[in-house]
């Protein structure tokens, strides 16, 4: 992949956009998806994803795909299970772009609550997620493996009640 500083160069015209995941998707997720997290998800976890109850959409440079979130919805509550993006593509907006939007559909599909887990050690999405107005509203104790044992999840949730 090229590099971040490539990806971005305005002079290039390259642009983000936002769109739906296709199962075609899959092999740039999962090669995403593996540089992405320490403990990906496997294909058949995302394959189980591509049906009706849940949202899957993509950030993309140009027609690079660089980021994805992964949602499903539950009654009036929407879970977040997946957000990454590309390692040569963080720290210019892609994240908060894909959050944003993932909000905007749910409240535009009538939806009352995001819910999502993360990792406690994982300040980079803490913030992401605390600047998006998330509040931590529990834990899970135990609840990812880590590279030495396991590790506690923070529980955090937006209400987006019209
Ligand atoms: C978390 C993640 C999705 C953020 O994506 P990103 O495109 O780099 O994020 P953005 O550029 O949109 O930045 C959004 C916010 O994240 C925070 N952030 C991003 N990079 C950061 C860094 N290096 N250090 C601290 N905070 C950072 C900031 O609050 C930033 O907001 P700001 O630009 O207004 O300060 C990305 O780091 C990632 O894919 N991480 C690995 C997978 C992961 O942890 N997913 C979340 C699982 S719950």
């Known amino acids: 992949m090229q590099k971040r500083e490539s990806l971005y160069n305005s002079s290039l015209g390259l642009e983000l956009t936002l769109r739906p995941l296709v ?8 090669d995403i998806e593996h540089q992405g997290h320490s403990h990906p998800w496997a294909e058949g976890v995302f394959l189980d ?3 009706p109850s849940y949202r899957l959409w ?4 140009d027609d690079l795909l ?7 919805y539950i009654l009036d509550e929407v879970h977040l299970l997946n957000l990454c993006v590309h390692p040569d593509a963080r720290g210019h907006g892609a994240g908060k772009r894909l959050l944003r939007h993932l909000v905007a559909e749910a409240l535009r599909e009538s939806m009352n609550q995001v819910l999502l887990e993360v990792r406690q050690s994982n300040s980079v999405a803490c913030k992401l997620y605390r ?3 998330f509040e931590e509203i529990g834990r899970r104790p135990q ?7 396991r590790e506690d ?4 949730s937006l209400l987006i009640q019209p």
């Open 23 to 30: 199962s075609e998707d899959l092999p740039r997720m999962l």
């Open 131 to 133: 600047k998006e107005g």
């Open 58 to 61: 993509g950030a993309c440079l």
């Open 153 to 156: 999840a923070r529980i955090m």
């Open 66 to 72: 660089v980021g994805y979130a992964v949602v499903t």
């Open 49 to 51: 994803c591509f049906k």
């Open 143 to 149: 609840y990812y493996p880590a590279s030495s044992g």
